[in-house]
């Protein structure tokens, strides 16, 4: 395993999170397993989804409002199913960083309305 990889979820500690976990294992395997893949392609299960649900819109795929997280996110199941340890690594401090600065704004009670 490369100790990138690693050191990168760490020092953003993220290596105790769902998907800091999901890629030290896959990793360590060689490769992100089928249901990896299919929980990062889907906007519920990805690492955008399992932010603060008031992140997604209100429709039934839950794909984030936020466009840069939209991007974050689809980067993100790009490098998953590619096996891109350290990229994936990468964008899931991008993903949380730009979460935590969303949720940061005493303004933020969700989606826009003209969104949602």
């Known amino acids: 395993m490369s100790r990138r990889t690693r050191i990168i979820l760490i020092i953003r500690n993220l290596h105790e999170s769902h998907w800091g976990k999901r890629i030290i294992e896959a990793e360590a395997a060689k490769t992100f397993s089928v249901r990896d893949r299919c929980a990062a392609g889907n906007w519920a299960t ?64 969700g989606p826009p309305k003209n969104e949602a």
């Open 46 to 109: 990805c690492a955008c989804g399992v932010q603060d649900p008031r992140l997604r819109c209100l429709d039934n795929e839950g794909v984030p409002w936020d466009s840069e997280l939209l991007t974050l996110g689809q980067l993100f199941a790009d490098w998953v199913v590619s096996n891109e340890f350290i990229r994936a690594a990468c964008c899931l401090a991008e993903i949380e960083l730009r979460a935590a600065e969303i949720l940061s704004q005493p303004q933020f009670k």
